[in-house]
């Protein structure tokens, strides 16, 4: 049986540009990606991403504005993380997969500000 996760792609303004949250796996010193975690029996994946998120980065619910007309699916612990502007976090983040992620909500979001 496929498991399912779920995550944030999160962003913070800081001067003149965005910067974009990845954390560093327990399981490969070279896998950066956003916070994320597996969805648990009888949790919706939005109540995953919001648990993940602040149990990998601290970050609460409530510092979280959700677009609710974006949404990604990707198939595939934390030691490390980095708020990244757009060019660093995706040279970080190294798979294309997640590049391209990385890339399309930084479109949107340039557009929704």
Known sequence: M???????????????????????????????SPPKGYVE???SELDTAYRETLEES?????????YEDTKRTLNYM?????????QDACDLAEFKNMQD?????DNFIKKSL
């Open 101 to 105: 992620l990385l890339l399309e909500y």
């Open 78 to 86: 934390v030691e490390d993380f980095y708020w990244l502007q757009i």
């Open 2 to 32: 496929e498991k399912i996760a779920a995550g944030f792609v999160l962003f913070r303004r800081a001067s003149n540009h965005l910067e974009y949250l990845l954390l560093q796996t327990a399981y490969g010193k070279n896998h950066w």
């Open 58 to 66: 601290g970050i609460n619910k409530s510092d979280i504005k959700v």
């Open 41 to 43: 029996q009888g949790e």
